[in-house]
């Protein structure tokens, strides 16, 4: 959600910072800010709502220049956006704090500090810690005991970073719940809420652990854990090329990314020509704790909770694994009876998703048997405190509405459920069968892309529509969920999904002729029953919109528009009808005009609760 980014450098930094933020855009935000400390150690600052190129306008038309500074954009939680609630907040004219995360207890703080003589001027939780920093350091305490000393005192979640004109060479930084990393530099390190805001600085990284502080300078930077003991963090190196920002020949980077996605399928798949192979895609450890599970919990949120809703039905079909899904946001707080060998699976595109996190950390000792996560992004903290590892090989993914990180997700939890049900006597023939079909996935969704121009054309239907209903039986069910919640996230059409047999339990009254219908109708055992339900549609006036395999014998009549579908394997098809609705929602939101790579009031990656 928020981005930061912080340099202590021999060299002017501002350029670094603002680059950074760029970089960070994908996330979703609602404005911007930057401090620096100058050569006679004064601390200027700029903040701006709205996007990072208007904060590149304040610093064009009144420049200001230093080796150490902060920067940010954030995305409102407490206090509507506006440039006085914008970060960076300052204290005394000498303090200035950036900060991620949600601080529980700011409204007693605020009190203590006004009752102190403390001038509070913005509407959020932010402020109260940059005045506390103040009254620290007025108490002769040094920027990082400083930090140390406000911390103990903060409830909720927070990355942080801080300056002072008193220490003008040094940035100190402090993580709990929200993620911060260290770039390592030569003469010059830096700290970020996300690699990629560094990467045109610096390929080599610490990911600092729950409850770390760290001070960086030009020369030298020091990690301390929550106790205030020195230590030593291990420094990682990537190796891959600088992520591609450039969205080459296309105009948006969704629509780029949904035609990556046959590319990203194989990446993911690579190495995993053999059950041997397969297996140790989920890391060291896996056969031993794979050996015990007996069933599943999948905890995720948002595109991710319906992966692991697909996963279900994979689960108990094939593996024949009991499982349990359940919105991680809920599962965190509800008293629970869990079953005995019981693998806790966590899906997160970003490895930060703070809901997602909290409810790996909450889990009571001995509750499960482990823990796997699939993620995107290696390094990640979910991918640090797993048991397992399932990496997607998605790349840098920088639309906001998720689409290669899904399918990739979705491939990684067939592959799981291909492990498991060796292990449970699935028939040679049949692991076969889905071993067979994995590979050739990538080419069942390049053919679902080339119906691109056909996709376009029916998405000129849903121009003037305000609502839609998206329908699916058995596993096309949670199909059908990702598909309107892509419809709602960038065409800000208001869309729902049913299980088709539940129509006559309410939604029907809902159908009339401006509400468009779309159905997910591959050529599986449920697809007669579904035949009835659309039936129940068009008799009550209802358009329909069928993605249909072309062999189920749809066909295009009176209010029935029908998109033909590659015939694919059973246990491919939530792949590869999801890559349809996710052209369908593109072009929709092309048509009516809205930022599809950064839908209004939505972040990339929600690391706050």
Known sequence: MCGIVAAAARREVSEILLEGLRRLEYRGYDSAGMA????????????????????????????????????????ATHGEPSRVNAHPHT???????????????????????????YDIVSATDTEVIAHLIHAHLHQGETLIEAMQSVVKRLDGAYALAAVDTEHPSEVVGARRGSPLVVGIGIGENFLASDQMALRQVTDRFIYLEEGDFVQIKPGSLQVYAQDGSAV??????????????????????????????PKALEATLAGAASYAQLERSFGEGAAEIFDKVQNIQIVACGTSFHAGMVARYWLEEIAGVSCE????????????VQHEGTLLVAISQSGETADTL??????????FIGSLVIANV???????????????????????ASTKAFTTQLLGLLMLVLVLGRRRDLPEDKQREILSALRELPTYVEQTLELDPAIEKLSEEFIAKRHALFLGRGIQYPVAMEGALKLKEISYIHAEAYPAGELKHGPLALVDDDMPVVAVAPNDELLEKLKSNLEEVRSRGG??????????????????????????????????????????????AVQKGTDVDKPRNLAKSVTVE
């Open 378 to 400: 290696d390094n990640s903290s979910l991918v640090r405190e797993c048991d397992l590892v399932f990496l997607t090989r998605a790349g840098a993914e920088i639309g906001v």
């Open 91 to 117: 204290s005394g004219g000498r303090v200035a704090l950036v900060h991620n995360g949600i601080i529980e207890n700011h409204s007693e703080l605020r009190e203590e500090l006004m009752a102190a003589g």
């Open 543 to 588: 358009e329909l919109f069928v993605f249909a395999d072309r062999e189920s014998g749809f066909k295009s009549e009176n209010r029935i528009r029908v998109l033909q579908m590659p015939h694919c394997p059973d246990v491919l098809a939530p792949i590869v009808y999801t890559v349809a609705l996710q052209l369908l929602s593109y072009h929709v």
């Open 358 to 367: 909290a409810a790996l950390r909450n889990a009571a000792s001995g509750e």
């Open 232 to 261: 030593a963090r291990p420094r990682t190196r990537i190796s891959e090329a600088v992520e591609a920002s450039d969205k080459g020949s296309f105009d948006h980077y969704m629509i780029k990314e949904i035609f990556e996605q």
């Open 325 to 336: 899904v359940e919105v991680a946001s809920e599962f965190r707080y509800r008293k629970r």
């Open 36 to 75: 620096l400390i100058d050569d006679n150690a004064q601390l200027h600052v700029h903040k701006r709502q709205g996007k990072v190129a208007e904060l590149e306008s304040a610093q064009d038309d009144d420049p200001f220049y230093g080796n150490t500074g902060i920067a940010h954009t954030r995305w």
